[in-house]
Nanobody, 129 residues
Framework: QVQLVESGGGVVQPGGSLRLSCAASGFTLGYYAVAWFRQAPGKEREGGSCISRSDRNTYYADFVKGRFTISRDNAQNTVYLQMNNLEPEDTAVYYC??????????????????????WGQGTQVTVSA
């Protein structure tokens, strides 16, 4: 059974850091592009960062550039999102996602949620003084 499980969320003060984890089971996450999305109350889901299957390419939304870093550990079958200098506007539920298909032609990823088929249950991040 394909499953993604996020962890690492919590409550942090502005300027603080968190590292989110996305652990996969039932498939080898290293074969796939992976993305992190977030959804704040009353807002649409938005893509924050993604990493291609080879790790050569990473992409960040403008609102996280320079603050968030995506990486993966294939031995742990896990993708991480290191979040630094957090702001209250970063408060949201964070989700990781992976596609069902392996793109063997292009080694890239996109921040479009319709391109992803498998989603975790989310982890809450709250940035508050």
């Amino acid at each position: 059974q394909v499953q993604l499980v996020e962890s690492g969320g919590g409550v942090v003060q502005p300027g603080g850091s968190l590292r989110l984890s996305c652990a996969a089971s039932g498939f080898t996450l290293g074969y796939y592009a992976v993305a992190w999305f977030r959804q704040a109350p009353g807002k649409e889901r938005e893509g924050g960062s993604c990493i291609s299957r080879s790790d050569r390419n990473t992409y960040y939304a403008d609102f996280v550039k320079g603050r968030f870093t995506i990486s993966r550990d294939n031995a742990q079958n896990t993708v991480y999102l290191q979040m630094n200098n957090l702001e209250p506007e970063d408060t949201a539920v964070y989700y990781c996602a992976a596609p069902d298909a392996i793109d063997i032609v292009q080694d890239t990823c996109v921040l479009t949620d319709t391109e992803y088929d498998d989603w975790g249950q989310g982890t809450q991040v709250t940035v508050s003084a």
